[in-house]
């Protein structure tokens, strides 16, 4: 007999695959095992076994044209015999025989009696394909070994275990009650207890990710690192399986094969299982061969074979309805959405989305066989799980110690930490209690929990493209301790929307695309909560001052608006910024000095850099501003100064390099108070004498011009620390050099200079360090001062 396990390669699978083998594709599997061995019992049979016997029958009447076999005899019908028969002598030999079964088997026995096994055994075949293809076709084999794969180590993860255990967050109250215990929240916790923000959830954000030295045992670094590469391939896995439908068409067609084959089979069986006869009447001209012509033959498999039929078409009935049940349940239930409902409720876990197409169809299918799998499954589908995986991760690789090691004061004079590209916030960053700054730099899902107030020192913010959510514990800390906010981003998003509500802030550094238009995506709101605001920074593209600027204007001191090249146009708000002391705006596309500032009388400082300015005949009206000490018209067009500039009697410092200067009025000369004077980067051929009027003058920067002579009364400012005359046309530097006894910075390379004077040995305070000027000019110095120079 032929082994069933010779038809296995029709079936093969690996072990695996049964997750996704439903009760009814397991029942059909063991009916096609059984109709199998039907068709291989009968094909054996066949095979092992005399098919036909045959014997020839006499003919008694002459014009008798057809004999039928006498009927099988009965218990109670009796015979009654005419005579006694001695036996019949056909004088035929066995070789006759033979031939006459062989002719009748094939003449005259009907073709189902004769193939039924061989055709149980092809439905048998057709109906172990249909019902595995799916796992073998490549376009649907390939999703399915991926599914199977990342559905086993999802299920095995040790982070699976102790993300549904502890993910979903506690009770408030049972924190404040079981602070040191283990034990989790139920899982109906209720959401929102005033903990959190609009903007989130207390499922989805839990108040502080919290993993407690005897738990972070449970997940070591490796097995962790393990769970952070399931959730990538979890990703990857589902954007391209819920693109098509592949599997589930796949599953459908090969049921509505199996639904036809079953009608196919129940129609033509139930219509021919009666010709599977014992009797079989033979006619066929052989009396050439034989001397009969009638022959009367038994089918010897004729009973059994009748039997199989019927028992074949029982299985086939069990086997086309279970086929029925599938079709209903395919066609029925919309097997292409899959709802974590269930599991959303059960874990507690909010944010595990619903999937479709053949993702959702796998998921179907497992739940058929067990629902766990999907349940252990959704875990990685989940960012509250991904976070919390990617908390205890950052926990492991930044400890506190580590942390400790990258702080260094910032130019505040405070103590930072800065990190950079992280995939979130490290609980232990909140055991750095002497941490006076933060600087968070480009990381996303950052979540500032309560313990934040346990940095008491901290008072400095930096925020830089980094998507913010902020428990409102830690909103409160904010608001009483944060004194400097500094916020970079993209859109929106990135701009939190409690720095409105900090009332001890006292710097706001803002950069990124805002707008001062309520149509536009990213407006400014109002300020006036922020009753400690001296300082606001905005690097942006306004075309007005926003009016959110104006409800802070009674207390700001210091404004800046870098604006990108944006033409700024209107400018009237500035009037009612009466305590402003600095104004910067940088980069607006101004053409003239905005008349808005004259009325600024409380102004130091004015900053006009990056502008489109030619004249600046307007400077007389600076005469009104009697505390301007700083003007900075750097990096413009201007091409002269006009004389007014001698009414800024109080001017300290003037910064007019990268302009297009071509004369120094004396005039610019009378600002006897000027200490800073920078004029490098134009087109200056002369200096005036006046210069020397300058007694106060402590820095003077004229590099990168066409100067040719240095007047000797500009050695006269005997208080000059930096003197910068690189890149001119000069020859000669004057002896008089030794006149500048404090001069600590001497600026001389890219002139003419053949040698150097050795009154440079008089300048006490300069070193080698602050002489800038070319090695071959250098050596020129005699050897006394050059080692004077070079000594510390």
């Known amino acids: 007999m032929i082994p069933v396990t010779e038809f296995r390669q029709f079936t093969e699978q690996q072990p695996a695959f049964r997750v996704l083998k439903p009760w009814w594709d397991v029942f059909t599997d063991y009916l096609s095992v059984v109709m199998l061995m039907i068709g291989v019992f009968g094909c054996t049979l066949q095979v092992m076994q005399d098919k036909i016997i045959c014997l020839p029958q006499r003919t008694f009447s002459p014009n008798q044209t057809e004999l039928?076999?006498?009927?099988?005899?009965?218990?109670?019908?009796?015979?009654?015999?005419?005579?006694?028969?001695?036996?019949?002598?056909?004088?035929?030999?066995?070789?006759?025989?033979?031939?006459?079964?062989?002719?009748?088997?094939?003449?005259?026995?009907?073709?189902?009696?004769?193939?039924?096994?061989?055709?149980?055994?092809?439905?048998?075949?057709?109906?172990?394909?249909?019902?595995?293809?799916?796992?073998?076709?490549?376009?649907?084999?390939?999703?399915?070994?991926?599914?199977?794969?990342i559905l086993g180590k999802c299920f095995d993860s040790p982070w699976t275990t102790r993300a549904l255990s502890e993910v979903s967050g506690e009770n408030p109250e049972e924190k404040d009650n079981k602070k040191n215990s283990a034990s989790r929240s139920n899982l109906d916790t209720p959401i929102g207890e005033g903990n959190l923000e609009k903007t989130s959830s207390l499922r989805s954000i839990p108040e502080k990710i919290v993993v407690d030295k005897p738990a972070a045992s449970v997940l070591d670094k490796k097995e962790g690192e393990q769970a952070k590469a399931l959730f990538e391939k979890v990703k990857k896995f589902r954007l391209h399986v819920e693109e098509g439908d592949i599997l589930y068409m796949m599953y459908v067609r090969q049921t509505v094969v199996k639904v036809l084959k079953f009608i196919l089979i129940i129609a033509y069986n139930s219509a021919l299982v009666s010709k599977v006869r014992f009797n079989v009447t033979c006619t066929e001209n052989m009396q050439d061969m034989t001397g009969y012509r009638y022959f009367c033959c038994n089918h010897t498999m004729a009973h059994l074979f009748s039997k199989l039929s019927y028992c074949y078409l029982c299985f086939v009935g069990v086997y086309g309805l279970t086929c029925l049940y599938t079709s209903y349940w395919l066609f029925y239930i919309s097997l292409k959405e899959y709802s974590f409902e269930y599991?959303?409720?059960?874990?507690?876990?909010?944010?595990?989305?619903?999937?479709?197409?053949?993702?959702?169809?796998?998921?179907?299918?497992?739940?058929?066989?067990?629902?766990?799998?999907?349940?252990?499954?959704?875990?990685?589908?989940?960012?509250?799980?991904?976070?919390?995986?990617?908390?205890?991760?950052?926990?492991?690789?930044?400890?506190?110690?580590?942390?400790?090691?990258?702080?260094?004061?910032?130019?505040?004079n405070r103590l930072e930490l800065q990190?950079?590209?992280?995939?979130?916030?490290?609980?232990?960053?909140?055991?750095?209690?002497?941490?006076?700054?933060?600087?968070?730099?480009?990381?996303?899902?950052?979540?500032?929990?309560?313990?934040?107030?346990?940095?008491?020192?901290?008072?400095e913010l930096s925020l830089y493209q980094c998507s913010l959510k902020i428990h409102s514990a830690a909103t409160s800390f904010l608001k009483e301790n944060l004194k400097v906010l500094r916020v970079k981003f993209d859109d929106g998003r990135e701009l939190p929307q409690w720095l409105y509500v900090l009332r001890n802030l006292e710097e706001l550094h803002l950069i990124g695309s805002l707008s001062s238009d309520a149509s536009k995506n990213v407006t400014l709101d109002s300020l006036r909560e922020l009753k400690a605001l001296k300082t606001l920074t905005l690097k942006s593209n306004f075309t007005k001052i926003p009016q959110s600027i104006v409800d802070v204007a009674s207390h700001l001191q210091r404004l800046c608006i870098c604006n990108d090249g944006t033409k700024l146009v209107m400018l009237n708000n500035l009037k009612k910024m009466v305590n402003l002391i600095e104004l910067e705006l940088v980069h607006c596309d101004l053409e003239r000095i905005p008349h808005a500032i004259f009325s600024l009388s409380n102004l130091q400082m004015l900053d006009l850099k990056e502008n489109n300015l030619r004249s600046i005949e307007e400077i007389l009206s600076?005469?009104?501003?009697?505390?301007?000490?700083?003007?900075?018209?750097?990096?413009n067009g201007i091409t002269f100064i006009p004389e007014h500039i001698k009414k800024l009697g109080s001017l300290e410092r003037l910064y007019l390099s990268h302009n297009k200067i071509e004369i120094l009025p004396s005039h610019l000369f009378?600002?006897?108070?000027?200490?800073?004077?920078?004029?490098?980067?134009?087109?200056?051929?002369?200096?005036?004498?006046?210069?020397?009027?300058?007694?106060?003058?402590?820095?003077?920067?004229?590099?990168?011009?066409?100067?040719?002579?240095?007047?000797?009364?500009?050695?006269?400012?005997?208080?000059?620390?930096?003197?910068?005359?690189?890149?001119?046309?000069?020859?000669?530097?004057?002896?008089?050099?030794?006149?500048?006894?404090?001069?600590?910075?001497?600026?001389?390379?890219?002139?003419?200079?053949?040698?150097?004077?050795?009154?440079?040995?008089?300048?006490?305070?300069?070193?080698?360090?602050?002489?800038?000027?070319?090695?071959?000019?250098?050596?020129?110095?005699p050897s006394d001062i050059k080692e004077q120079m070079q000594a510390e």
């Open 419 to 459: 990190l950079f590209m992280l995939s979130g916030l490290p609980d232990t960053i909140f055991e750095v209690t002497e941490l006076q700054s933060l600087k968070l730099e480009i990381i996303n899902n950052v979540t500032i929990p309560a313990s934040i107030a346990q940095l008491e020192y901290l008072q």
């Open 622 to 635: 600076f005469q009104h501003l009697r505390k301007l000490t700083s003007l900075k018209l750097w990096h």
């Open 68 to 149: 039928m076999c006498p009927p099988p005899s009965t218990n109670h019908v009796a015979i009654v015999p005419v005579h006694e028969l001695k036996g019949l002598k056909t004088n035929l030999d066995i070789q006759q025989y033979n031939y006459i079964n062989q002719m009748c088997y094939e003449k005259a026995l009907h073709w189902y009696a004769k193939y039924f096994p061989y055709l149980v055994l092809i439905h048998t075949l057709i109906f172990m394909v249909c019902s595995n293809f799916w796992f073998k076709f490549p376009g649907s084999s390939s999703k399915i070994e991926h599914f199977i794969s």
């Open 343 to 412: 599991v959303r409720q059960e874990t507690g876990i909010d944010d595990i989305p619903d999937v479709k197409n053949d993702f959702a169809f796998m998921l179907h299918m497992i739940d058929q066989y067990d629902p766990l799998y999907s349940k252990r499954f959704a875990v990685f589908l989940s960012e509250v799980s991904e976070n919390k995986l990617k908390q205890l991760n950052l926990n492991h690789e930044w400890t506190a110690d580590k942390l400790r090691q990258k702080l260094q004061t910032n130019s505040n």
């Open 670 to 781: 009378l600002c006897n108070k000027l200490r800073f004077l920078d004029l490098s980067n134009n087109d200056i051929r002369f200096i005036p004498p006046e210069i020397g009027v300058l007694q106060s003058l402590q820095y003077f920067s004229v590099s990168c011009n066409k100067i040719e002579n240095i007047p000797d009364e500009l050695f006269f400012c005997k208080k000059l620390k930096t003197l910068k005359l690189g890149r001119n046309a000069l020859s000669v530097l004057s002896p008089k050099i030794s006149f500048l006894s404090v001069l600590t910075h001497l600026e001389l390379k890219g002139n003419h200079f053949e040698i150097l004077p050795a009154e440079l040995g008089n300048c006490r305070a300069l070193k080698s360090s602050g002489l800038v000027v070319e090695d071959v000019l250098f050596e020129t110095l």
